[in-house]
């Protein structure tokens, strides 16, 4: 074995279409989150050095936890007073391939851009809308930022700090510190780079994955309690209540932290939880350990995100919902459990 080097992404159509670009605009999925928020604003730093008029248009607010990455100097808010949308010659969607992510937004830009484009590492949806043509889609990326790493190198833009930290909170984000790399270097090689460039990485993943409030873990006490394990200790579900974790001072945001600390139960291979919007309203997130994937129940309710991390919006009664999804995740656990038991 020698030393391992990138496995480098052939992002040379994107680098084109930024080249001839003059005026660019970023913007990521609604609720954005630390993938799609670091990758755009490394490339808006990067692309503000070469001269270019370069401009990012979030759908809506920027959770607190990024405040560290001062989105209020560089980033506008749709829903919120904004310049008006001029005429554009290229717009870059990061961290989703559906337009419906991204409305009422991306009908708003639709007149005025003459391409926009996704740069994503999701699997595009069956029954979802189609990318649109010239968009940039490698699952094997395991995070954006992967991706607007290497458009930056395609650019000779060189890095700095703000770059750097942009980048490392895209990648430290989507893998979770290093837990989900795709079986690839490139997360770990990537991020070594970027150390070189950075005074204080521990400080991201503090503001990153550090955020209780003593509020937050007096809801998470109560919650925890509340957990229900099926099929021997192998899937768990969740309910949350948007309004309680609103009194608890959370951000909506938060919900996905708490899947993501259940999925730490040894006996698990999947996890669900429901968050209750509104009556009979639900936000939905799967997890997987990679045993099966949710993307399909998922997508079944409409819904989308990656093999073992998906999530929908779903309308019902709680007690059908959840019936319905305890059953789509048992019935393929032991599906596989009886292919791995046959002979082949
Ligand atoms: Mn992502």
């Not at 609720?31 to 401009?55: E, F, I, N, S």
């Not at 079944?300 to 019902?316: L, Q």
């Amino acid at each position: 074995m020698g030393t391992p080097s990138l496995s480098a992404l052939n992002v040379d159509s994107l680098v084109r279409r930024i080249k001839s670009a003059e005026s660019i605009l970023l913007t990521t999925h609604k609720q954005c989150d630390g993938d799609g928020l670091g990758a755009l604003l490394a490339l808006y730093h990067g692309l503000k050095k070469t001269g270019k008029k370069v401009r990012v248009l979030m759908v809506d607010a920027v959770p607190k936890k990024y405040h560290f990455l001062q989105p209020e100097k560089h980033v506008e808010i749709f829903e919120a007073p904004h310049s008006p949308i001029l005429p554009t010659d290229l717009v870059l969607i990061f961290d989703t391939n559906d337009r419906r992510l991204v409305d009422p937004l991306f009908s708003a830009l639709q007149p005025h851009c003459r391409d926009i484009l996704f740069v994503d590492h999701h699997p595009v949806l069956n029954q979802g809308p189609e990318p649109t043509a010239g968009s940039y889609i490698e699952t094997r990326a395991a995070s954006t930022g992967e991706i607007s790493y290497f458009i930056l190198k395609g650019l000779s833009i060189r890095f700095d700090e703000k770059i750097a930290q942009a980048l490392y909170t895209s990648i430290c984000f989507d893998t979770q510190l290093f837990k989900f790399v795709k079986n690839s270097v490139n997360s770990h090689l990537i991020a070594a780079e970027l150390l070189l460039h950075l005074n204080h990485a521990e400080e991201i993943h503090r503001h990153l994955f550090s955020t209780h409030t003593i509020d937050k873990v007096g809801y998470l006490a109560k919650v925890l309690g509340q957990i229900e394990f099926h099929g021997n200790g192998r899937v768990a579900i969740l309910k949350l209540h948007a309004k309680d974790m609103v009194d608890h001072n959370m951000d909506m945001d938060d919900s996905r932290d708490l899947i993501d600390m259940i999925m730490n139960v040894n006996s698990l291979q999947a996890a669900a939880v429901f968050r209750e919007d509104a009556k009979n309203e639900y936000k939905l997130s799967l997890r997987s350990k990679g045993r099966i994937e949710v993307l399909g129940i998922a997508e079944s309710f409409h819904g989308g995100g990656h093999m073992f991390a998906a999530g929908a919006y779903i309308r019902g009664a709680y007690a059908d919902i959840k019936i319905k999804v305890v059953q789509m995740i048992l019935h393929r656990l032991d599906s596989t459990d009886g292919i791995s038991g046959q002979k082949r």
